[in-house]
């Protein structure tokens, strides 16, 4: 079935570093990519989304790069913050469908 | 515009009790999706319906789980019999299309406690 593999599950970096987290997927059909933080006890919020039809997208210090032929994308947060710390989950549509399949999460600490 | 909202948002049910889940989708949005998320674990798919219909119910456990989305009011998630393993975040997020990549907005979700 779909999957959605998710690494690392926790990464500590300290405040100004960068931190990149990876995923791949499974499904070729799969053909949108978002990515959401999870504060404790908070909704998933969606931070940035790609598309299939381009290879890379970026919103101020948060960037998402995907590989179609390789089947991964990435999420890189540059200038890392306090307040970045969080749970951040990767996501792929199911093919042809509106159903996300979720990576398991990364847990990212940045460290005053 | 409210986002999507979710009710109660901690719920605690004792073994056997039935547990009701709300979901009322953003204003103009007709896609209702429910996800379940177990401690420290991600989100995975459970049913996906629109008004009045259920689209697609491939992640719903077979027994004890139901799904409704009425033409009037919220959309219900509905756990008979609760078990302690039924313990776990419920999110719901909704779309204004059917189209495979669109945004999903999601609730603040209900924590189940089975106790």
């Known amino acids: 079935g779909e999957n959605v593999e998710q690494h690392p599950s926790t990464l500590s970096v300290q405040e100004g570093d960068s931190a990149v987290i990876k995923c791949t997927y499974s499904d070729s059909a799969s053909n949108y990519f978002p990515w959401y933080k999870q504060e404790l006890g908070k909704r998933p919020q969606l931070i940035i989304d790609i598309r299939s039809n381009v290879g890379e997208k970026k919103d101020q210090r948060i960037a998402v790069t995907l590989n179609k032929t390789a089947k991964h994308f990435s999420l890189h947060i540059t200038e890392t913050q306090p307040e970045d710390s969080a749970v951040y989950f990767c996501?792929?549509?199911?093919?042809?469908?509106?159903?996300?399949?979720f990576g398991t999460g990364t847990r990212l600490k940045v460290l005053a | 515009n409210a986002g999507v909202m979710q009710n109660p948002r901690h719920l605690v049910r004792r073994r056997g009790q039935e547990a009701r889940l709300r979901c009322s989708p953003m204003?103009?949005?007709?896609?209702v999706y429910w996800y379940r998320q177990l401690p420290e674990e991600g989100l995975k798919f459970m049913v996906y319906?629109?008004?009045?219909?259920?689209?697609?119910e491939s992640g719903m456990p077979k027994e004890r789980f139901s799904a409704e989305f009425p033409k009037e009011g919220p959309s219900i998630l509905r756990i008979q019999q609760v078990v302690r393993g039924d313990s776990a975040a419920y999110f719901c997020?909704?779309?204004?299309?059917?189209?495979?990549?669109?945004?999903?907005?999601f609730g603040q979700g209900t924590r189940l406690t089975v106790v």
């Open positions: 204003k103009g949005h007709s896609h």
């Open positions: 996501a792929a549509s199911a093919s042809g469908t509106y159903k996300y399949i």
């Open positions: 997020a909704s779309s204004p299309t059917f189209q495979p990549n669109t945004e999903a907005f």
């Open positions: 319906l629109q008004k009045e219909n259920i689209i697609d």
